[in-house]
């Protein structure tokens, strides 16, 4: 028995390198990579670890929005079969923009040890002590409710409704979820002739 093989992008963030936070580089990169793959209708596999986009004056400087602009216009125009894998950090817009439902992903899952929301829990921590700082200081213990409270509100299983989280998978069961996944989307979508559409080069 030889299985069938089906060649695959995958779209991946390094934490390693800046936390793995996508930058003017990362979106310039992600945007040809996923026209290589739709010119020749390659299935997208997307597997997050990131913080979010690039912000402040270095951001500005380098031009990373409009970086954002052309990745966000390509992934919404692609006709691709998409699955997603979360596995640790997926934190504001590049949540959705990296695989995400509102893209087209046929399949998001996230591991438990996901954690997902509109923002990392520093910043949505400092967010709304700064509400409560205007009745009073607020004490270490109450940062610290805030930040468990904030930290069980992102996890996998809570946030799945949310942000259209399909399953939560066993790590150990990804490779084994998403071939067998491919298949069915596969089905869903047949692959067309190549290529369908010019590269930016």
Same mark, same amino acid.
């Given at each position: 028995?030889? =299985?069938?093989?089906? *060649?695959?992008? &995958?779209? #991946? ?7 793995? &936070?996508?930058?003017?580089?990362? /979106? ?8 290589? @793959? ?12 990131? *913080? ?28 691709? *079969? ?19 439902? $509102?893209?087209? #992903?046929? +399949?998001?899952?996230?591991?438990? %040890?996901? %954690?997902? %929301?509109? #923002?990392? $829990? =520093?910043? /949505? ?20 409710? +805030?930040? !468990?409270?904030?930290?069980?509100? %992102? ?16 790590? !150990? ?5 998403? @071939?067998?996944?491919?298949? &069915?989307? +596969?089905?869903?979508? $047949?692959?067309?002739?190549? *290529?369908?559409?010019?590269?930016? #080069?």
């Amino acid at each position: 028995h030889v =299985e069938h093989v089906v *060649p695959v992008g &995958i779209v #991946a963030n390094q934490p390693k390198v800046n936390g793995g &936070i996508n930058d003017v580089k990362a /979106g310039a990169k992600t945007n040809r990579f996923v026209q290589i @793959c739709d010119a020749y209708h390659v299935p997208l596999v997307f597997l997050q670890d990131q *913080p979010g986009f690039m912000v402040g004056p270095k951001a500005e400087l380098e031009d990373t929005a409009r970086a954002i602009a052309r990745y966000q216009n390509t992934i919404y125009s692609v006709d691709l *079969p998409i699955m997603t894998v979360v596995m640790r950090k997926a934190y504001g817009y590049s949540y959705w923009l990296l695989g995400g439902k $509102p893209v087209g #992903a046929d +399949l998001v899952a996230a591991w438990p %040890s996901a %954690s997902i %929301s509109l #923002a990392g $829990p =520093e910043v /949505g921590i400092n967010t709304l002590m700064d509400r409560e700082a205007k009745s009073g200081e607020i004490s270490p213990e109450r940062r610290a409710e +805030l930040y !468990a409270a904030y930290r069980e509100d %992102s996890k996998a299983v809570k946030a799945a409704r949310g942000f259209r989280i399909d399953d939560v998978i066993d790590p !150990a069961d990804t490779r084994r979820y998403l @071939c067998q996944n491919l298949d &069915i989307v +596969l089905a869903r979508r $047949p692959r067309r002739p190549a *290529p369908r559409r010019t590269i930016d #080069a």
